[in-house]
């Protein structure tokens, strides 16, 4: 969607209007920005958190931080990185917030509930997508941060501070819930 | 179904799309962004003309150093007063004030004697006080 409210004019009548010119572009090439990348940020942030509407803020808030550094951002080829890795960054930090809930859920044996095939779940992918969503936060986030941001065990047991044992019997975990219940679908 | 190879759930993770973002979330950072844009063109604009400003601001202050007692400012605030009703009003309402004093005669009294009949009796007053409590002091230890 585009957005074409217009920008608040500074200054008088006859007064050289480069710098709002060059403002009005900043915004508008910004805007492609978001557009190009705002599935990606979403995506990263509805992955680790498991929630769409934290997830909607989160990705909010990677924007903002963008354009608060879009001009070093601007034209650079690693703008993707960048978004990818703050999106990561403050997704994590969102879940850090609940940590005792975090450690509760590390240590319970959980059954995931994932709906039976319905019309609305028939893809395949979007049972996939629900299933990642509904694993426990200690098991989603290992596996999340190793499949989709592609980070080694070591990062991802830095990254959360915890053993690179636990990373491995997480991931482990996810993925033997996750083939469960995509073996269980016809 | 299929029984599937090993590593067909890395495949279909990699195969995995990009989950669509909420219609909303564009408009809304969007609206975040245009209220940060000014300030934002505010403090790239002052920080590239910031030599400029500083310059401007100099000459400025050197201008007013000149100015100021060429124009005397503080004569053109009193003649303001002046002709303030407010300010006149004032100054009938002290001037009255200043007549009924005067006709109560109290500024006609010497005014030396007064302060040295104040000073006196003052001094009088302490010196009672100090005996009196040395008085009291002495009366309790015996």
Same mark, same amino acid.
């Given at each position: 969607m585009v957005h074409t409210a217009p920008l608040p004019l500074i200054g008088i009548d006859g007064q050289d209007t480069s710098g709002l010119d060059a403002r009005?572009?900043?915004?508008?090439?910004? !805007?492609?920005?978001? +557009?190009n990348y705002q599935n990606m940020v979403f995506s990263v942030a509805a992955r680790i958190v498991g929630n769409l509407v934290d997830a909607q803020d989160i990705s909010q808030e990677v924007f903002i931080r963008a354009y608060d550094h879009f001009d070093e951002l601007k034209g650079s080829k690693t703008? %993707? %990185?960048?978004?990818?890795?703050?999106?990561?960054?403050?997704?994590?930090?969102?879940?850090?917030?609940? +940590?005792? $809930?975090? $450690?509760?859920? #590390?240590?319970? !044996?959980?059954?995931?509930?994932?709906p039976a095939a319905t019309p609305q779940t028939d893809d395949r992918r979007e049972l996939l997508e629900i299933a990642i969503q509904k694993l426990p936060d200690a098991q989603r986030v290992p596996l999340v941060l190793f499949h989709?941001?592609?980070?080694?065990?070591?990062?991802?047991?830095?990254?959360?501070?915890?053993?690179?044992?636990?990373?491995?019997?997480?991931?482990?975990?996810? $993925?033997? #819930?996750?083939?469960?219940?995509?073996?269980?679908?016809? | 179904m299929k029984e599937p190879s090993e590593d067909w759930l890395d495949e279909e993770l990699r195969r995995l799309p990009?989950?669509?973002a909420p219609p909303d979330l564009m408009p809304k950072?969007?609206?975040?962004?245009?209220?940060?844009?000014?300030?934002?063109?505010?403090?790239?604009?002052?920080?590239?003309?910031l030599p400029f400003l500083r310059n401007s601001g100099l000459g400025l202050a050197l201008a007013v150093m000149v100015l100021v007692p060429w124009l005397n400012p503080g004569q053109a605030v009193l003649g303001f007063f002046r002709q303030s009703p407010f300010f006149n009003l004032v100054i009938e309402l002290l001037s009255a004030g200043e007549t009924i004093l005067a006709n109560l005669r109290i500024f006609n009294l010497p005014i030396g004697w007064?302060?040295?009949?104040?000073?006196?009796?003052?001094?009088?007053?302490?010196?009672?006080?100090?005996?009196?409590?040395?008085?009291?002091a002495s009366t309790k230890r015996l």
């Open positions: 009005m572009a900043d915004v508008q090439e910004f !805007e492609t920005l978001v +557009r703008v %993707g %990185g960048w978004l990818r890795t703050v999106a990561t960054n403050l997704a994590i930090n969102h879940l850090n917030r609940y +940590r005792a $809930r975090w $450690r509760f859920f #590390s240590e319970q !044996e959980t059954e995931i509930d994932i989709f941001q592609e980070l080694s065990y070591e990062e991802i047991a830095d990254k959360l501070g915890i053993s690179l044992a636990k990373v491995k019997t997480d991931i482990h975990r996810g $993925r033997e #819930s996750l083939r469960r219940i995509l073996t269980k679908t016809p | 990009d989950l669509e950072v969007m609206d975040a962004v245009q209220s940060r844009s000014a300030r934002r063109w505010m403090t790239a604009m002052s920080r590239r003309h007064l302060i040295g009949v104040v000073i006196g009796i003052s001094y009088l007053a302490c010196i009672f006080a100090a005996s009196a409590i040395q008085r009291l």
